[in-house]
Structure formats: C-alpha cells, structure tokens
C-alpha cells in the first residue's frame, strides 16, 4: 500500500466538500515520498485519531466554533499533535486568539485549484451563478434575484447537500426543499443541483458573476476562487476569510445580521456588478483576476508549498 492510499481512506470516499476535494488533491500533487510516518488528519481533533508512532499533523479548514475540532483547546491535545496547517491566515488568527494554538506548531498553507482556462462569455444575456451549499446564502440571493431590474439576467444554481454524501442528504436535504422549489418555479433560474468537480468548472466557464451574499463564516472559499479562475466577477460578503480570499477583486458587500438591510445593500452592489460587466474597465480587471488567481492559488505552486514543509519536519 501506497502513503497516500494509507491517508485517502481516512476520508470519506463518498463527500466531495471543499476539504475533502483539498485533501484528493494534496494527494494527487504531492510525490508519495514525503508522506512517509505522516499522519495527516483533516478537521477532527478526535484522540483516537493521532498515530503514535507517526508524525501528527492536524490541517483544520473548519471554523473555531465547530465540535469536530473542540479538542484543540485542550493543552493536552497540543502536546500530541506535532503541527497544526490552517487554510488561511483568518482563520489561523481565529484559533490563536479563542485557543492560544501554540505558535510554534502551526503553520498556513492556502487552499488551491487547478488552472482554470476561461472561455469568452456569452454576451446576449448575464449569467449568475452560485455553486455553493444551500445554507450559505442561497434564500438571500433568492430574494434579491427577483428585485434585479433587468430582462437579460439569468441564475443558474448547482447547490445540494449530496456533495457531503448521502448520509447527510437524509438527513439534511429535506430542510432546503422550499429553496430549490422556489427556483424551479422561477423561468430565469435554472436548478441544476450537484455537478461533479469537472462539469462545475466547465459550467463555471460559461457565467459571468458568482453572485454569492455569503451569510456563513468561510475559512476560504474554494467556490470564490474557482469562479475568479474562471473570470467571472464575484459579488460576496465580506464575512470570515473572504475578504482574504478574493481580495483585490471581489465586491464586496458588508454583512448585516439584520439579513433585510443585507439583502438591500447585496442587491444594489450586485446590480451594479451586472451594468457594468462589459465595460472596458471591468474586463481589463477580469483579466488581471484570472492571471492572478491561477497563480495565487495554483496546486502546482501549493503543492511545492507542502513538499517544503514536509521535507522540513523530518530534519
């Protein structure tokens, strides 16, 4: 058995959520090498979980406040886990500050994608598209797509809770039904459900803004940056990491718990983003995004990034 068969089976081979994707892809760039006497352990901080005879590295891509990884706070916790690799440098600051993660240990190495290669956009109509698990701020767009002010605008979305695996879709998919009814009953949305990796980035390719009024608190955004890969604008919360994540790029809309004042502000910022798409000014900047993006979050810079770092630990 491989290294990296021995890590693939501590995921679940039936979720496809933005960690595990990260973690299938780690495997697939990284040499087999350097994950000799690594126990890699993804978002569980679980004290079954650590390998005695390994060296234990826990990558957290959840939030503070997630019971997965409660342990953390525990010192005795700390004296097992040899490193701690956190997706971005919010969300590193968020456990420094609520745990006092030993410094030390802890590391950030981003989340990265693929090179996506952009295609020319459809120019008869404006394509939206949120691509992204329902309770983020799917009922939020909902409401403000139906105030747009424009005939040429359509919203495609490839959101369902499959992607964790069908176990959570029992238990969870009925709690977003009124959602996807409310976009099937709409002629300008077209509800597509779950997309594979592949056919979501293809999809991707052919829209134009990723209308995503985030009301969830990201670590990353592995959709936001697939999307500004792609070229398409985002029109986002400035809520947990992403701020980090799309910036320069993104528009930006300050989050209001008070999700109407929300919604009034996402609504007129997005408005704005579909008038002004095909000026020379936004697709000069597009450009610069997705050069950019490709780079900034490349898997074959990342994956140089985790080869450093593992190679360091064992000296």
């Known amino acids: 058995m491989s290294e990296k068969e021995r890590l693939l089976k501590k995921i679940n081979p039936n979720c496809f959520g933005g960690s595990e994707s990260q973690f299938r892809l780690l495997m697939k760039y990284v040499p087999d090498e350097n994950f000799k006497n690594i126990n890699l352990i993804l978002n569980n901080s679980s004290f ?74 459809n120019k008869d109509k404006i394509k939206l598209i949120y691509h992204s698990t329902p309770w983020r701020g799917l009922s939020v767009l909902l409401n403000v797509f139906e105030k747009l002010k424009s005939d040429q605008v359509e919203l495609d979305v490839c959101s369902s809770t499959i992607i964790y695996g069908k176990e959570f879709y029992d238990k969870s998919d009925h709690k977003y039904q009124k959602l996807y009814e409310k976009c099937k009953e709409s002629k300008k949305i077209n509800y597509l459900g779950f997309l594979p990796n592949q056919k979501l980035i293809e999809h991707i390719k052919t829209c134009h803004i990723f209308a995503f009024p985030s009301i969830w608190i ?98």
Not at 219 to 234: F, K, L, N, P
């Open 48 to 121: 079954d979980k650590i390998e005695k005879d390994k060296i234990n590295i826990l990558w957290i891509q959840h939030f503070v406040g997630v019971p997965e990884i409660k342990n953390i706070q525990s010192k005795d916790y700390w004296d097992k886990i040899d490193y701690f690799i956190f997706n971005s440098n919010w969300n590193y600051e968020k456990f420094r500050y609520k745990f006092d993660v030993p410094e030390h240990k802890s590391i950030v190495i981003r989340n990265a994608v693929e090179e996506i290669i952009p295609i020319k956009k």
């Open 218 to 315: 990201e670590t990353s955004c592995i959709s936001a940056i697939e999307a500004m890969a792609a070229g398409c604008s985002v029109v986002t919360s400035n809520l947990g990491a992403l701020y980090e994540t799309c910036t320069p790029f993104a528009n930006f809309v300050h989050f209001d718990q008070n999700l109407k004042n929300f919604e009034k502000d996402y609504l007129l910022t997005l408005q704005k983003t579909i008038d002004n798409y095909w000026s020379d000014e936004n697709q000069e900047s597009l450009d610069l995004q997705v050069k950019t993006i490709n780079k900034l979050y490349s898997w074959k810079i990342r994956a140089q990034d985790w080869i450093n770092f593992l190679q360091k630990i064992k000296y």
